[in-house]
């Protein structure tokens, strides 16, 4: 019996060595290329992600005002689809004060923030009711959300 229980225990070091050498991960040789599928598939930046995010939340301080999408309706402010690019004030169903339209301001990233940080300070006279953003990390959030949702 002794000698069962020995024999046995023996086995049982054997295998449980076994194991442990079976969790070791082995590196693959140096000359051996490994592919992934993960290589293959390009994933999103996980910054974006976090910025559109922000973004979105942030754009709802405008979505009483504003709508994004393209054939949406004008609400108090004009709709924004395609708004980048262009001059201020194009939109030929939307009434915009006179301040806005005499501007000459083609929208792009500086002319945005400026105008997202004061409005009434950027532009004098305009009608736009928006107290502004200061932070320019939110700005920054909310000018990338404006861009990636009114193309």
């Known amino acids: 019996m002794k000698k069962q229980v020995l024999v ?3 086995i049982l070091i054997i295998i449980a060595c076994g194991q442990e050498q079976a969790k070791k991960k082995v590196p693959a040789p140096k000359s051996a290329k490994v592919e992934t599928a993960t290589s293959e ?3 999103p930046k996980k910054k974006q992600k976090i910025i559109n995010k922000k973004g979105s939340k942030l754009f709802i301080l ?3 005002c ?3 999408k393209e054939n949406e309706v004008n609400k108090v402010g004009p709709n924004l689809y395609g708004f980048m690019g262009k001059k ?3 939109k030929d169903d939307f009434k915009y004060s006179e301040a806005l339209l005499s501007s000459g301001i083609v929208w792009d990233e500086e002319s945005l923030r400026k105008w997202i ?3 009434a300070k950027y532009i004098p006279g305009t009608s736009m009711a928006f107290i502004g953003i200061k932070e320019k990390d939110r700005q920054d959030a909310l000018i990338a959300y404006l861009i990636d949702q009114t193309q």
Do not use: F, K, T, Y
């Open 8 to 10: 046995l225990i023996g």
């Open 62 to 64: 405008c979505s009483a």
């Open 41 to 43: 598939v390009p994933r």
């Open 117 to 119: 940080e004061n409005p």
């Open 88 to 90: 201020a004030g194009i």
């Open 66 to 68: 504003h709508s994004l």
